[in-house]
């Protein structure tokens, strides 16, 4: 099978380079599940101070990232005549979710992350992108961490990536549900005790809490996930009898 791969635009090369190094991200590139190519806008500047940014027009705070060292940037990619997904990563962009995760691991294509910095990017960039992604409304200094953060999020869904794929598994049954609690050795620590149902052995009546917990979690805490949830004949026995219980407290 061919490797997923992901391209990265940045003037911080070494950020990629060391989070895609390490733990999970390491092994996958090692088996040749994704391949990770960093490349540093700045080797395609052409004047002589090497300057990717440069002041807005207008005036105001903060640099711009310029339009031709990005361009010039696409233009060398592009020569190997390869397919690739470009994505300009923004906080004016469509927010990334799981969903999307999903397609972009199904499609196994190549796709280009575009990392901005300083107070944003010359609109003019825009033109020469197929998507232009955010990872949610908080402000960053830059796209390197969306850029990993999306990477990282594509790469465990592909197979072979994570060494116990049932986890993966589960997590599309479980499908938009927050966790259910989870509990590892001691049984009883400082006085919390592990809830009896995990130490039984019963594997349809684990099955059952976890699911319960599960949804009872997800009501309390994130009802908008609720909202868009699948949910069958059993989870919503499971909801009535978690709302009735709720009342009393
Ligand atoms: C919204 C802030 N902008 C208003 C003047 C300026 C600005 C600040 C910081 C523009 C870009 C950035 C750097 N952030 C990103 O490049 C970025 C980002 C983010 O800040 N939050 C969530 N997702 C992303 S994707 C790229």
């Known amino acids: 099978m061919a490797a997923m791969v992901f391209e990265v635009l940045t003037i911080f090369p070494a950020l990629i380079e060391a989070y895609t190094s390490e733990s999970i991200m390491r092994r996958a590139r090692e088996k040749g599940v994704v ?11 052409t004047d002589r101070h090497r300057q990717v940014d440069d002041y807005p027009y207008g005036g105001g705070a903060g640099m711009i990232l310029k339009p031709d060292p990005v361009c010039r940037a696409l233009e060398h990619l592009d020569r190997d005549g390869e397919e690739r997904l470009k994505v300009l990563l923004t906080p004016a962009g469509r927010v990334f979710d799981q969903s999307l995760a999903e397609e972009y691991a199904r499609s196994r294509g190549r796709i280009l992350l575009i ?33 990993l953060v999306i990477i990282d999020a594509v790469t465990r869904l592909l197979p072979g990536a994570v060494g116990d794929s049932r986890s993966v598994r589960e997590e599309s049954f479980t499908t938009g549900l927050l966790d259910y609690p989870q509990y590892t050795r001691p049984p009883d620590f400082r006085g919390m005790k592990v809830p ?13 809490w976890r699911r319960k917990e599960a949804l009872r979690r997800t009501l309390r805490r994130r009802p908008d996930l609720l909202r868009k949830a699948r949910l069958d004949e059993e989870d919503r026995r499971l909801l009535k009898e978690i709302k009735e219980e709720e009342q009393w407290r």
């Not at 009896?196 to 059952?208: A, D, K, M, Q, Y």
């Open 35 to 45: 391949e990770v190519f960093v490349y540093d806008i700045r080797e395609f500047t």
């Open 115 to 147: 990392a901005g910095r300083y107070e944003g990017v010359d609109e003019r960039i825009r033109s020469f992108v197929d998507e232009e992604l955010s990872i949610g409304d908080y402000v960053l200094t830059g796209g390197e961490l969306p850029a």
């Open 196 to 208: 009896e149902v995990l130490l039984s052995g019963n594997h349809e009546l684990i099955r059952r």
